[in-house]
């Protein structure tokens, strides 16, 4: 009785572990499923995020690129016009000069959102038989006053202001060069015709200073 009533306590025993160890690998399976389950919803949202960053990311940089402003295209312009004396003596020599003029930007320039350019400019005079010319040669800097159109082209009205620095080649009675600069204003009449108003000074050779105000009609070529 003794060893059938401990065989059938060992058998209960049995039966409950073994329940129990049924119920604990099946908790284990479920918790391993929704484990496994987790783990490859994380890495597929892991992935998607990533691409979508990558998208994002490739959409951020082909935006940008659109957005980048072309190059400035190097072009030249050509002018001529009036210029009238400020300087006494020069007056004496001839109150006014017949002006004419290039200039050369570059497709780079020294300040953003300017135009670095070297202009050479001739003023002849208009009275009397003796020598009266002058040579201005400068690098410059335009600065748009109003906004230009679309691939940085200005538009008719499109201002601008402009000062320079170098040398002027005085052709009065001798030849010799003295420190000049210049400054002044302009429009786009149109996509290439421009108008200008400028100031030009120099020291003095003998005097005579090249101190004159001028207005200009130029024309653009390329750019």
């Known amino acids: 009785m003794r060893v059938h009533a401990g065989m059938q306590s060992y058998g209960s025993s049995g039966g409950y572990i073994l329940k129990k160890g049924i119920v604990l690998g099946a908790t284990l399976c479920a918790i391993g499923s929704c484990s496994l389950a987790s783990a490859q919803s994380s890495q597929n949202t892991l992935s998607l995020l990533s691409n979508k960053s990558l998208a994002l990311n490739a959409s951020a940089a082909q935006t940008g690129l659109g957005a980048a402003p072309p190059p400035q295209p190097s072009y030249f312009t050509v002018r001529a016009g009036l210029d009238f004396a400020i300087d006494g003596r020069l007056s004496d020599y001839t109150p006014i000069l017949i002006g004419g003029g290039i200039d050369y930007t570059f497709s780079d320039a020294f300040v953003k959102n300017g135009e670095t350019f070297i202009s050479v400019d001739g003023m002849f005079r208009t009275r009397g038989s003796a020598r009266a010319n002058l040579f201005p040669f400068c690098i410059n800097e335009r600065f748009f006053l109003s906004p230009k159109g679309q691939n940085a082209s200005p538009l008719p009205g499109t201002a601008y202001a402009f000062i320079g620095l170098g040398a002027t080649l005085f052709d009065v009675g001798s030849s010799t060069f003295r420190f000049g600069g210049r400054a002044g204003l302009g429009t786009y009449l149109g996509s ?6 400028s100031l030009y000074i120099s020291s003095p050779d003998n005097g ?8 200009y009609l130029g024309y653009k070529f390329g750019g």
């Not at 290439?192 to 108003?197: C, P, S, V």
């Open 192 to 197: 290439n015709w421009i108008a200008e108003a």
């Open 208 to 215: 005579v200073a090249a101190d004159m105000v001028g207005v």
